[in-house]
């Protein structure tokens, strides 16, 4: 069965590093998004991105922030600079339409220190 | 704007106990509706949805009917199992022509015991 896989599982980064986390959508999938959850609380939503550009953005997603897609199949999430604040299960998602359901990866535990 | 609540946890039932975790939203328009379940150390997995109204949704036990007139959307199930300890997530999201984005509840943890 056709999964969204997230790399690495779980990183530690210290303060003020630049983190890359890397997921690859279902292959034929075209909407691509990133949520986080600070443990113990909601997932929230961060980014949707399609057609090679961001669709919709939360208020958490400021200029720290960045996705892309650099080839077919990856999709990364960049936090430039990161606060300890940042410090979640990041998760990421693919739909096959705009309206369908949403398969989520088995997140990427980010701990900044 | 759009949002989910949903009953505060944990919930503790034995094992086939009969099980309710309440979800009401509030939406500009008509949203979709899930409910996702994450067990211990993965990752989301989706459980059921419904797109309109009355609509049912099922999946391994596990029911929740659309109600636009009360905007829930309650997860039942009759006899739940030691398995079926997870965190349950109730979800919204609106076809807005552009990728959907999911809003989510915080979450009922659901801890069954023998």
């Known amino acids: 069965e056709p999964e969204v896989t997230q790399t690495p599982s779980h990183q530690v980064t210290q303060m003020g590093q630049e983190v890359i986390l890397r997921c690859v959508p279902i292959?034929?999938?075209?909407?691509f998004y990133w949520y986080r959850q600070i443990l113990g609380q909601k997932v929230e939503f961060l980014v949707s991105?399609?057609?090679?550009?961001?669709?919709?953005k939360s208020e958490i997603f400021d200029d720290q922030f960045s996705v892309e897609r650099p080839d077919g199949s990856n999709f990364t999430l960049k936090i430039r600079s990161t606060k300890l604040e940042d410090s979640a299960m990041y998760f990421c998602?693919?739909?096959?339409?705009?309206?369908?359901?949403?398969?989520f990866g088995q997140g990427t535990r980010l701990t900044v220190v | 704007g759009n949002s989910v609540t949903q009953m505060e946890g944990p919930v503790t039932l034995s094992e086939e106990a009969f099980l309710t975790i309440n979800c009401t939203y509030t939406?500009?328009?008509?949203?979709?509706l899930f409910w996702y379940v994450q067990y211990p150390g993965e990752g989301l997995q989706l459980l059921l949805k419904?797109?309109?109204?009355?609509d049912k949704g099922s999946n391994k036990g596990f029911e929740a009917t659309y109600r636009k007139e009360t905007t829930s959307f309650h997860l039942e199930k009759g006899s739940v199992q030691v398995s079926d300890s997870a965190v349950y997530f109730c979800?919204?999201?609106?076809?807005?022509?552009?990728?959907?984005?999911?809003?989510f509840g915080t979450g009922t943890r659901l801890q069954v015991t023998l």
């Open positions: 998602a693919s739909s096959a339409e705009s309206n369908t359901e949403a398969f």
């Open positions: 292959s034929n999938h075209l909407y």
């Open positions: 991105f399609y057609n090679n550009e961001i669709s919709e």
């Open positions: 939406a500009t328009g008509y949203p979709s």
């Open positions: 419904a797109t309109k109204a009355d």
């Open positions: 979800a919204l999201s609106l076809n807005t022509g552009t990728a959907s984005k999911l809003t």
